[in-house]
């Protein structure tokens, strides 16, 4: 039986800072960089946003199969932690520039999407797929799953204070575009240094490797997958409640102008909406114990949503509005922490069922459904944007175009969460079961060997 250490207990999710920093910084300013700082047109804003992120939702299915198919001697998933991390970062810092021309330049930050995007899917699965090596215990994997989770939103609530600072600071000794790329070199960095340390605390783990074992087939893969309904349906109501999560984000910067008359305000609503994900991921393991997985999730999402629809149309002012980023997102942290674990069951009732070890590039959906979420989102946001006609320089705001930001904000997300809500009910595998599974693939592999 694997079970984690102590540095593993103290420490584990600390990638996830680092990561979400840099998310942080694509998810809230990448558009609002495009249109206001870049000062791009809309088209290709759209063009940008929309091809990269769905190449980069292929891609995420790819780093999966990579996993799959790689073998390294001495591990399968923490190598990679290693190896990506540094190229992450160059790619990175070239989202965050204006090199030449509108359309040149568009190019660039396209390049630097994508190929940014797909090295870090792949070590990002990886480290997601740790999970299921480091323990064999369902309580030690939501532990592991929530820590995860707790990590990435602490991550975005350091993003969403830093990066506004930190470009306040530098706009006025640099040229706006200049503070971002370097904003991003250093997020880039601190995301290097926290994969590290997940990868040096995991030595000993991961090291149970057969060279001489035939690799997975793409025959393999696919069977994994079209027999796996409850992957299916889970798939569909992250990407939906996701598109709904990181719009807000997004649109943040463009409530807070538009709506509130006050860009500062994007700070303290970022900060509250991710730190009350943190606090409400810390608490998974406990509704898990008391409702189950599926349960839990279903519960807390529904909670969110209705909690958004009712800020649509109450959050007249600043101070209600930030109370009610914080109430939702506390109910969308529970179910948030549980998203690794959610998949890791996929994995192992897909082992389960077909005999093939296939959970790398089932894990990869977890970053699939980001994917989805955040193309769906940069369409729409920009979509919204060109109808109302938004200019980044002007003075004086309709009220129309006020109400279009106010509904795209709230109205549209609080929707988009409850209709998220329609496929998680063919999602039919419970923690008990899965455990069962677990213990009889691994009674499989004794008699085998």
């Not at 984000?249 to 943190?278: C, D, I, Q, R």
């Not at 959610?342 to 977890?366: D, H, Q």
Request: aromatic share 12%; glycine share 8%.
């Amino acid at each position: 039986m694997n079970r984690i250490n102590g540095k593993i207990k103290a420490v584990w999710g600390i990638s996830e800072v680092g990561f979400s920093v840099m998310a942080t910084m694509e998810t809230s300013f990448f558009v609002f960089f495009l249109t206001d700082v870049a000062q791009m047109p809309l088209a290709i804003v759209a063009a940008i946003t929309g091809s990269s992120a769905l190449i980069d939702a292929i891609s995420a299915v790819i780093a999966g199969i990579v996993i799959d198919k790689v073998k390294f001697r001495d591990c399968k998933f923490r190598k990679w932690l290693l190896i990506c991390p540094p190229f992450v970062t160059i790619f990175f810092v070239l989202m965050f520039t204006k090199i030449g021309g509108d359309m040149v330049a568009g190019v660039l930050v396209t390049i630097g999407y994508v190929l940014s995007h797909f090295i870090w899917n792949i070590c990002w699965t990886a480290n997601r797929n740790l999970i299921q090596v480091l323990s064999d215990d369902m309580d030690e994997r939501s532990f592991l799953s929530s820590r995860i989770a707790m990590g990435s939103s602490l991550g975005k609530v350091l993003g969403s204070y830093l990066i506004p600072f930190l470009s306040g600071i530098l706009i006025s000794m640099l040229t706006g575009v200049t503070a971002y790329t370097s904003i991003a070199l250093l997020g880039g960095l601190l995301f290097w240094i926290c994969y590290y340390i997940h990868y040096f605390i995991t030595a000993g783990y991961d090291t149970d490797v057969d060279l001489n074992k035939k690799a997975v087939t793409f025959a393999d893969m696919g069977k994994s997958l079209v027999s796996n309904p409850h992957l299916i349906a889970l798939l569909f109501h992250d990407a939906l409640r996701l598109m709904a999560w990181y719009g807000v984000a997004a649109t943040a910067s463009y409530y807070s102008k538009v709506v509130l008359e006050n860009p500062g305000a994007t700070s303290l609503l970022l900060v509250l909406f991710y730190l009350g994900s943190a606090i409400g991921a810390a608490f998974s393991g406990f509704f898990v114990k008391k409702f189950g997985s599926k349960k839990t999730t279903f519960i807390g999402i529904l909670a969110c949503a209705i909690i958004m629809g009712i800020g649509y149309f109450v959050a007249v002012n600043e101070v209600i509005g930030y109370v009610i980023m914080f109430v939702c997102t506390l109910f969308f942290g529970v179910p948030y922490g549980l998203t690794s674990n959610l998949y890791s069951m996929c994995g192992a009732y897909s082992e389960w069922k077909t005999g093939e070890n296939a959970r790398g590039v089932i894990m990869s959906f977890c970053s699939l459904g980001i994917k989805i979420g955040i193309a769906v989102r940069g369409i729409l946001i920009a979509a919204v944007l060109g109808m109302i006609k938004y200019d980044p320089n002007a003075t004086v705001m309709t009220d129309e175009s006020k109400a279009s930001i106010r509904f795209l904000f709230m109205g549209v997300m609080a929707i988009a969460m409850l209709v998220s809500l329609i496929p998680l009910i063919f999602y039919k595998l419970d923690d008990k079961k899965v455990e069962e599974m677990e213990k009889e693939i691994t009674e499989r592999k004794k008699s085998a060997a």
